[in-house]
Structure formats: structure tokens, C-alpha cells
């Protein structure tokens, strides 16, 4: 079965921090560029940051700085690593999949959102003030 889980989410305060963890199994891991998302009520869904099987990254502005995506392609996990979080970091976080690294980077750099290939459930991240 083709899938993402994301693991990781939780209530924190602010300044604090949070690893995140998305898991992949049943399809090709080093073939894929992993996208990290989060939506937050009433917003759509922004990409934050994703890793390319070469091993580059990209972030958004909202989160360059302070949000570390890294993976282990042994483990097929994508990992971030969430510093400095603010009350406007909460939101539900989701990992997606796309073989097309151009068109996750896109949403993260530019915002353009597309159908990509897999999704995780979500895990939801809270932080207070």
C-alpha cells in the first residue's frame, strides 16, 4: 500500500520545539521529493518546506530559519525539526510525495499548489502563547 504517517504533532508552548516524522512506504522513496504542508482553520494549505532526492531543501519564508527538513532513505523518513515555534505555527501538518521535485518546490517557494502524488493523514501541531 502506497502510504505517508506522519508522527511527531502536539501542544507546545511557544518557543519551544517539535520533531516531525513522515514515514514512507510502498512506493520508490529515492525517486520521490517530499513536501512538508500545514493548513491551518480557515487558510489553505501551505507548503513549508521539501527535500528532493538529491538531497536539497527548500523552505518558505514563514519558516526559513527556524524549521530543518532532513532525511533517512535506509528508515524511507523525512524528518522536521521545528525551533523557535510561534502560536502562528499552529496548524495540522501533513507530508506529500511528488516524483516531479519542480512541482513540490513550487508550492513551497511560490505557493502553487498541484495534485500530488501521496498524502499522509495529518498530525496536528499547537502552540500557545
Known amino acids: 500500500e502506497v502510504q505517508l504517517v506522519e508522527s511527531g504533532g502536539g501542544l507546545v508552548q511557544a518557543g519551544g520545539s517539535l520533531r516531525l516524522s513522515c514515514v514512507a512506504s510502498g512506493f520508490n522513496f529515492d525517486d520521490y521529493t517530499i513536501g512538508w504542508f500545514r493548513q491551518a482553520p480557515g487558510k489553505e494549505r501551505e507548503g513549508i518546506s521539501c527535500i528532493s532526492s538529491d538531497g536539497s531543501t527548500y523552505y518558505s519564508d514563514s519558516v526559513k530559519g527556524r524549521f530543518t527538513i532532513s532525511s533517512d532513505n535506509a528508515k524511507k523518513t523525512v524528518y522536521l525539526q521545528m525551533n523557535s515555534l510561534k502560536p502562528e505555527d499552529t496548524a495540522v501538518y501533513s507530508c506529500?510525495?511528488?516524483?516531479?521535485?519542480?512541482?513540490?518546490?513550487?508550492?513551497?517557494?511560490?505557493?502553487?499548489?498541484?495534485?500530488?502524488?501521496?498524502w499522509g493523514q495529518g498530525t496536528q501541531v499547537t502552540v500557545s502563547s
Open positions: 506529500g510525495a511528488d516524483p516531479s521535485r519542480s512541482t513540490v518546490r513550487r508550492w513551497v517557494l511560490f505557493g502553487h499548489h498541484a495534485n500530488l502524488d501521496v
